[in-house]
């Protein structure tokens, strides 16, 4: 919410391009962050994380070989490269963070700090 601020987003057409990044002004920074989303009616899912500290990441199988989730020069900045969008895609995606015990999409669930979202459109 407050300590995360998110950018990026917007429409492109099936098999384009899209970039988000996300930035924790949390003190002492997380040591986890990520990115869910949820389209229209749909159940939210999680879509990438990455340890900040090992670089660990752990991806959705449905973005696995699309997405790529890396560090951007500081900490608590990420960036979520999205290649070869699809339709299915569409939806508001948040951005996570936290410090669990081990940092994956399943641990970051049960995080305290979200973003607000940002759409991502993909028409086919």
């Known amino acids: 919410q407050g300590q995360l601020t998110e950018s990026g987003g917007g429409s492109v057409e099936a098999g384009g391009s899209l970039r988000l990044s996300c930035q924790s002004s949390?003190?002492?920074?997380?040591?986890?962050m990520g990115w869910f989303r949820q389209a229209p009616e749909k159940r939210r899912e999680g879509v990438a994380s990455i340890a900040l500290i090992a670089d660990y990441v752990d991806y959705s199988a449905s973005v696995r070989g699309r997405f790529n989730v890396s560090r951007d020069g500081a900490q608590a900045r990420i960036v979520l490269q999205m290649n070869s969008l699809k339709p299915e895609d569409t939806g508001t995606y948040y951005c996570?963070?936290?410090?669990?015990?081990?940092?994956?999409?399943?641990?970051?669930?049960?995080?305290?700090?979200w973003g607000q979202g940002t759409q991502v459109t993909v028409s086919s």
């Open positions: 996570v963070a936290g410090s669990p015990m081990r940092c994956t999409l399943e641990s970051l669930w049960s995080a305290r700090n």
């Open positions: 949390a003190s002492p920074p997380p040591n986890c």
